[in-house]
């Protein structure tokens, strides 16, 4: 069965220092899509970055980078030189490509605190 | 940019009370879903949509209903909520039912039922 864990509940850093959020997966399918959406004390959920199962190029965006692993079935996130901004609830998610009715399977979340 | 709103931010109901939860999207999506969000348990997909009048249970349908009568809308009713039934709500939609498309997200309907 696909399944989505990120481990870690809760991390708090101090501003400017470098944090990363792990997420490990599940899945029984070789096409594959793995999502990061960012969750601000706004409420909305607002998506990161798609990855596709066969493309295993790590991505940078500014601050942001992202390791996808699938020798160790994981997808990692980084944020380098957080900044208070950066608080908010992270979860990453999963899509397989069995089926057109499609869902996403969530991780439980990670909440990161940015201390200034 | 695509807006997907949802009528109410904050909401008190009582039990036994009939609890109607609107969402609209303005960018002519095909797919609409209706989370909770609990502490600790992520988002979990109540229904969703593909499609006017079409739906499909999520993980977690018991006790909701959905209502799908123009594209651009999707209702969570709620028959009789429940004190089980405080939670986060949050509505998204995609373009299509395409696993790669990202879902948009509305800010969420904070549902407290005493």
């Known amino acids: 069965a696909q399944k989505v864990t990120q481990a870690q509940t809760e991390i708090s850093v101090v501003e400017k220092e470098d944090v990363t959020l792990d997420c490990v997966y599940e899945t029984r399918d070789t096409t594959y899509y793995l999502f990061w959406y960012k969750q601000p004390p706004s409420g909305e959920l607002v998506f990161l970055i798609r990855r596709n199962s066969f493309d295993e190029q790590n991505e940078i965006s500014g601050r942001y980078s992202w390791n996808f692993q699938k020798s160790t079935s994981s997808f990692n996130f980084t944020i380098t030189a957080s900044q208070v901004v950066d608080s908010a609830v992270y979860f990453c998610?999963?899509?397989?490509?069995?089926?057109?009715?499609?869902?996403?399977?969530w991780g439980a979340g990670t909440k990161l605190i940015i201390k200034p | 940019d695509v807006k997907v709103t949802q009528s109410s931010r904050y909401l008190v109901k009582r039990t036994g009370e009939k609890v109607f939860l609107e969402c609209v999207q303005d960018m002519d999506h095909e797919n609409m879903f209706w989370y909770r969000q609990d502490p600790g348990l992520g988002l979990r997909l109540i229904y969703f949509?593909?499609?006017?009048?079409?739906?499909e249970k999520g993980d977690i349908p018991e006790g909701y209903s959905v209502s799908r009568e123009k594209k651009e809308r999707f209702s969570l009713i709620l028959e009789s909520a429940s004190t089980n039934q405080t939670s986060m709500y949050l509505c998204?939609?995609?373009?299509?039912?395409?696993?790669?498309?990202?879902?948009?997200f509305g800010p969420g309907t904070r549902l407290t039922v005493t």
């Open positions: 949509s593909y499609d006017v009048k079409m739906k």
């Open positions: 998204a939609s995609s373009y299509d039912r395409d696993p790669r498309r990202e879902q948009y």
């Open positions: 998610a999963l899509s397989e490509a069995k089926d057109s009715n499609y869902q996403l399977i």
